[in-house]
Nanobody
């Protein structure tokens, strides 16, 4: 079994900062992409940021310049630092990993259970 366990999140005032982390555990051969998605009430899940195994990143336009994603390959962990938070950043944030459990199987998507981030005064 593969598990993605998230930590962080919570309540913060507008303009504040929060950080999220997500550790992948279990039988893992390689992880290609790790990232964060979010889903606000009444909206579809959307990509926030992703980081490839080589370090390349991409961000949603709405978070560029405010959020930073990085990963520790040795720990199979991805991080998201969120600064200058806005009320519209309020959502459940989901960790995502595209990984292979051995060299012979195709890569599959795995998801964390989600972590609530609330930006409110």
């Amino acid at each position: 079994q593969v598990q993605l366990v998230e930590s962080g999140g919570g309540l913060v005032q507008p303009g504040g900062s929060l950080s999220l982390s997500c550790a992948a555990s279990g039988i893992i051969f390689s992880i290609d992409r790790m990232g964060w998605y979010r889903q606000a009430p009444g909206k579809e899940r959307e990509l926030v940021a992703a980081v490839m195994s080589g370090g390349g990143t991409n961000y949603a336009d709405s978070v560029k310049g405010r959020f930073t994603i990085w990963r520790d390959n040795a720990k199979n962990t991805v991080y998201l630092q969120m600064n200058s938070l806005k009320p519209e950043d309020t959502a459940v944030y989901y960790c995502n990993a595209n990984l292979k459990r051995d060299r012979y199987t195709i890569a599959m998507e795995y998801w964390g259970k989600g972590s609530l981030v609330t930006v409110s005064s």
